[in-house]
């Protein structure tokens, strides 16, 4: 079973920053596809940013576009997601994603980001 691990949540004043961290043992981490995703309460789990195996590749939400900025160090099996110019908007719980071998999905426990206006 394949564990991912999120960390850097917290609370911060609209403006502010943040630096997520997934981090996972998996062994294989290199060669996937890597995920952020968000979810405020009582909406949908929405898609925030991506990264290919080897970082040649990133796609956004035109949200966060211009804010957000997704990065992958393969060595240490961990992707980030740093956050500019935070907005009360961003608040949610941010999940790490990415795929099994068999085309599921694995999945983090979240880590909370609360802006404050």
């Known amino acids: 079973q394949v564990q991912l691990v999120e960390s850097g949540g917290g609370l911060v004043q609209a403006g502010g920053s943040l630096r997520l961290s997934c981090a996972t043992s998996r062994r294989t981490f290199s060669s996937y596809t890597m995920r952020w995703f968000r979810q405020s309460p009582g909406k949908e789990r929405d898609f925030v940013a991506s990264i290919s195996w080897n970082g040649g590749s990133t796609a956004y939400a035109d949200s966060v576009k211009g804010r957000f900025t997704i990065s992958r160090d393969n060595a240490k099996k961990t992707v980030y997601l740093q956050m500019n110019s935070l907005k009360p908007e961003d608040t949610a719980v941010y999940y790490c994603?990415?795929?099994?071998?068999?085309?599921?999905?694995?999945w983090g426990q979240g880590t909370q980001v609360t802006v404050s206006s």
């Open positions: 994603n990415t795929d099994s071998s068999t085309g599921n999905s694995y």
